[in-house]
């Protein structure tokens, strides 16, 4: 079955331990994406990978870091996690960017941070 | 800048009404149009898209229609049913990026 995994699903940790999101597709897709959705601000994008390698800033990159060394995975890092980054996070997928490939979304991993 | 505007919800509708969920948009050039559904637990799934004036995107009954002299894409359904109780998501994709921009969600309830 073609899907976005997310791991974990739910998280509850304290400000200042570091954590990593793994998210991992198996449709052997170009493009990966981070967002973070909180309540009245919809989804705003974090990093995108567009392949192997390389990465980019979305619209609120402050306090995270990613890595696409594979095609298949793109690991969220919150080096220094703190409350503000208290959201639900989603993984997207889609075989390249543009309009005309949709993407593909997990089911998300709701971080809580004391 | 690009940014999308969706009606506050909760909307709240009875089985087999007619439903629609205001959506504009601001931006520059010729973006793509989307509307997202996310079922309770689950992520985003694309409901239906278009990508340029004038074009009508359908799926599942929902229609919504690129309106360039509104900047509008009102989502439309004839007759709701209660499986279509979710969060609806308009967003756009500005002309020659990857980057989706989503609006804030409206949430639909249906009650039989």
């Known amino acids: 079955e073609a899907q976005v995994t997310q791991n974990p699903r739910y998280l509850i940790t304290v400000t200042g331990k570091k954590l990593t999101v793994t998210c991992s597709q198996n449709?052997?897709?170009?493009?990966m994406s981070w967002y973070r959705q909180d309540p009245g601000l919809g989804l705003r994008q974090i990093y995108y990978?567009?392949?192997?390698?390389?990465?980019d800033k979305g619209d609120v990159p402050e306090g995270y870091k990613v890595s696409r060394k594979e095609k298949r995975n793109f690991p969220l890092i919150l080096e220094s996690p703190s409350p503000n980054q208290t959201s639900l996070y989603f993984c997207?997928?889609?075989?390249?960017?543009?309009?005309?490939?949709?993407?593909?979304f997990g089911d998300g991993t709701r971080l809580s941070i004391l | 800048g690009n940014s999308v505007t969706q009606m506050e919800g909760p909307v709240t509708l009875s089985e087999e009404a007619f439903l629609t969920i205001n959506c504009t948009y601001t931006?520059?050039?010729?973006?793509?149009l989307f509307w997202y559904v996310q079922y309770p637990g689950e992520g985003l799934q694309l409901l239906l898209k278009?990508?340029?004036?004038?074009d009508k995107g359908s799926n599942k009954g929902f229609e919504a229609t690129y309106r360039k002299e509104t900047t509008s894409f009102h989502l439309e359904k004839g007759s709701v049913q209660v499986s279509d109780s979710a969060v609806y998501f308009c967003?756009?994709?500005?002309?020659?990026?990857?980057?989706?921009?989503f609006g804030t969600g409206t949430r639909l309830q249906v009650f039989p």
């Open positions: 997207a997928s889609s075989l390249s960017g543009g309009a005309l490939r949709p993407q593909h």
């Open positions: 449709m052997n897709h170009e493009y």
């Open positions: 990978s567009m392949n192997v390698e390389v990465t």
């Open positions: 931006a520059t050039g010729y973006p793509s």
């Open positions: 278009a990508t340029k004036a004038d």
């Open positions: 967003a756009l994709m500005p002309y020659n990026t990857d980057k989706l921009i």
